[in-house]
T-cell receptor, first 112, second 113 residues
Framework: DTAVSQTPKYLVTQMGNDKSIKCEQNLGHDTMYWYKQDSKKFLKIMFSYNNKELIINETVPNRFSPKSPDKAHLNLHINSLELGDSAVYFC???????????FGPGTRLTVL | DAKTTQPNSMESNEEEPVHLPCNHSTISGTDYIHWYRQLPSQGPEYVIHGLTSNVNNRMASLAIAEDRKSSTLILHRATLRDAAVYYCILSQRAGAGSYQLTFGKGTKLSVIP
């Protein structure tokens, strides 16, 4: 039983393409997050949603658009992919009243 | 953003205790101190967190200085599986149910058999 799952695990694509990464959690959590870990291994928060409402929206290009169809899912759509978007993207979830985030296994995005 | 300072790397012998230090001199009264770790090729994993008092759980102990400007993560008996990058993080409440974790560089812990 995977708590936080992401698909795909690996994504290789050309510059200029549009791609989506999906995230699902079966923990009954009400808050979900997207993080980006670059080649230098720095992990940065991108977005968070609580009960489908956008809460955190860090300085991220407009090409990145999160979508939360329900509390258990938070997808990340990226338009016009650039070389600098290559990174590992992690989804995470938490229960609002509990200060602990559960992370997914990550999606390694490579833009050629 | 509140910042933390950790040593880049540490080594420990297997089955010995490990003390991972963290300085956070700019901590504010509402910041929680979190520790996460990241094993190779995996997502970060929650270890422990605290506000003012020392905390214990099945994975580790967290010792928080009285002035809260520093803390120490204690692994009581290091195993090979504990080799990971350990992140000390100050979390701020970002709004309805969201906590913002700002990751630093972390400490890479190596465990020697």
């Amino acid at each position: 039983d995977t708590a936080v799952s992401q698909t795909p695990k690996y994504l290789v694509t050309q510059m200029g393409n549009d791609k989506s990464i999906k995230c699902e959690q079966n923990l009954g959590h009400d808050t979900m997050y997207w993080y980006k870990q670059d080649s230098k291994k720095f992990l940065k928060i991108m977005f968070s949603y609580n009960n489908k409402e956008l809460i955190i929206n860090e300085t991220v290009p407009n090409r990145f658009s999160p979508k939360s169809p329900d509390k258990a899912h938070l997808n990340l759509h990226i338009n016009s992919l650039e070389l600098g978007d290559s990174a590992v993207y992690f989804c995470a979830s938490s229960l609002g009243t509990i200060n602990e985030q559960f992370f997914g296994p990550g999606t390694r995005l490579t833009v050629l | 953003d509140a910042k933390t300072t950790q040593p880049n790397s540490m080594e420990s012998n297997e089955e010995e205790p490990v003390h991972l230090p963290c300085n956070h001199s700019t901590i504010s009264g509402t910041d929680y101190i979190h520790w996460y770790r990241q094993l190779p090729s995996q997502g970060p994993e929650y270890v422990i967190h605290g506000l003012t008092s020392n905390v214990n759980n099945r994975m580790a102990s967290l010792a928080i200085a009285e002035d809260r400007k520093s803390s120490t993560l204690i692994l009581h008996r290091a195993t090979l599986r504990d080799a990971a990058v350990y992140y000390c993080i100050l979390s701020q409440r970002a709004g309805a149910g969201s906590y913002q974790l700002t990751f630093g560089k972390g400490t890479k812990l190596s465990v020697i058999p």
